[in-house]
């Protein structure tokens, strides 16, 4: 499993509170919200705030392509490492 993608789905469960899931159990490409996991909108400002805390990404106001980026847990890896990446261009620069 990818070491990123296990870390997010440990912070899934842990800000969460899901105490009934085991991160290993969420699957990298099930949905988080509605339909698979079943999270809703305040459970996504929680989870925001803390991809924010644990990784120093910004994550802007809902839009559809933050919506895409929160779709499952693998497009927040890609998301984030991308923050990464723009960060360590800019730290070079």
């Known amino acids: 499993m990818d070491e990123l993608e296990l870390r997010i789905k440990r912070l899934i469960v842990d800000a969460l509170k899901l105490e009934d899931i085991a991160p290993e159990d969420i699957d990298s490409e099930e949905a988080l919200f ?18 924010r805390k644990a990784f ?3 994550v802007d ?10 779709m499952n847990v693998r497009s927040l890896a890609r998301f984030i490492r991308s923050q ?3 960060k360590g261009d800019h730290a070079v620069a």
């Open 61 to 70: 106001s809902v839009s559809d392509e933050v919506k895409r980026h929160f």
């Open 56 to 58: 120093d990404i910004k």
């Open 34 to 51: 509605v339909e698979g996991l079943g999270l809703d909108s305040i459970d996504a400002l929680e989870l925001g705030v803390a991809l």
């Open 84 to 86: 990464q990446m723009e």
